[in-house]
């Protein structure tokens, strides 16, 4: 008993100095709670029609960043034209008219030409994916933040996101030759704009959701958008049922995310951490979503819509690279910047692109070995 009696003031101490403890952290959490940011909505706006796979797209890595940051950022995102046109959005978003926006970079050549060099061009001989690589690896992220400055636009730009190659476009007739472009009123983009005018096209650079009803109106004779989804979800099977799958003048392009460069630097280190990290998730899940939405897409209007889909031939594409050249010794002998920018790729392309060519198996095998329809028998005599 007399144990007992002495362990009592020691256990009556400590229970009172647990009790203070608890008290000055109890005390101490208001402080920490209120010293911590109010969640933030960021307004976006896409350059694409709200029906186009590009606008989910953007919706995709919205919805990641929400759910990534618990709803301490909460992304909302427009369609083109909400807010300001399509070909408006570098202007907003460094403005602060809008907090940020998804597009394409070649969409802001009206700038600068040489922001049409992240994907608008034969990449010399990259892919998209490769062409992520020169930025994020072979210093294109660097130069892109030197144009950004060059502008005056105050903006953070992501580039993600590869596409395949895009297609020459949709026609009222297969085109055979190089001259058949010639004197037809057409619709693209970037560097584009240049080659396509110099093969003797009348170009008119409209964005996504004004293509169909200016063909529809005989405004356009052709045009070229992006990919199987995008040009069936536009309406393009309904003014055109030619189209002229592969080309160079725009072998390898990607998607941009925008942000307001003063909202994006205000935020907590861990948010832009957390942004980092929801575009990179945001790119892989879309290359893996196009090609099975591509894919579906491209089938379904040959089966359904009655499409008829042709490879542009050699010819045209030999024509395009001496054109596109052509293009670049006149853009870099008028911008240092572009010149820079274009020996940069080329550099990184000879050794990436020769890589590639050695080291991967032609898929045309394996896929003729599976699916190619076997030989007729001969006829028996």
Not at 114 to 135: E, I, K, Q, R, V
Not at 235 to 262: R, W, Y
């Amino acid at each position: 008993m007399s144990e007992i009696k002495k362990q009592a003031p020691r256990r009556k101490f400590l229970k009172g100095a647990a009790v203070g403890s608890a008290g000055a952290a109890a005390l101490s959490f208001p402080m920490i709670s209120h010293g911590q940011a109010a969640p933030q909505t960021f307004r976006f706006q896409s350059t694409w029609p709200a029906k186009d796979i590009f606008h989910e797209y953007a919706v995709d890595f919205a919805k990641k960043v929400n759910d990534m940051t618990g709803g301490e950022l909460r992304i909302e995102v427009l369609p083109a034209g909400a807010v300001v046109p399509a070909f408006g959005l570098l202007d907003a978003v460094s403005k602060g008219t809008l907090d940020g926006g998804h597009g394409v970079v070649a969409y802001h050549y009206g700038k600068n030409a040489a922001l049409a060099l992240w994907g608008s061009g034969p990449s010399f001989g990259m892919d998209a994916n490769m062409l992520l690589s020169w930025h994020k690896y072979g210093g294109g992220q660097a130069f892109l933040e030197e144009l950004y400055k060059t502008v005056g636009a105050n903006v953070k730009s992501y580039v993600y996101g590869p596409m395949p190659s895009q297609p020459l476009g949709w026609f009222k007739k297969p085109i055979t030759k190089a001259e058949d472009l010639k004197g037809l009123k057409y619709r693209t983009v970037g560097i584009a704009i240049d080659m396509f005018t110099a093969m003797g096209a009348s170009v008119n650079a409209l964005p996504g959701g004004e293509i169909i009803p200016a063909m529809d109106r005989g405004l356009l004779d052709a045009a070229e958008f992006n990919n199987a989804s995008s040009d069936r979800l536009l309406g393009f099977p309904d003014v055109s049922k030619i189209c002229m799958l592969q080309s160079f003048h725009q072998n390898a392009e990607q998607f941009e995310i925008l942000f307001n460069g003063t909202k994006y630097n205000a935020l907590p280190a861990k948010l832009r951490s957390t942004l980092d990290n929801a575009v990179d998730a945001a790119s892989a899940e879309m290359s893996w979503k196009a090609v099975d939405r591509y894919s579906r897409d491209y089938a379904e209007m040959q089966a359904k819509q009655g499409v008829k889909f042709y490879k542009t031939p050699d010819s045209v594409l030999r024509t395009q690279l001496k054109v596109f050249d052509d293009v670049v010794a006149k853009k870099s002998a008028e911008n240092p910047l572009f010149k820079r920018i274009v020996d940069s790729q080329k550099e990184f392309a000879k050794r990436a692109v020769k890589w590639d060519l050695d080291v991967t198996t032609g898929r045309r095998m394996a896929y003729d070995h599976y699916f190619a329809p076997a030989p007729a028998a001969p006829k028996k005599g």
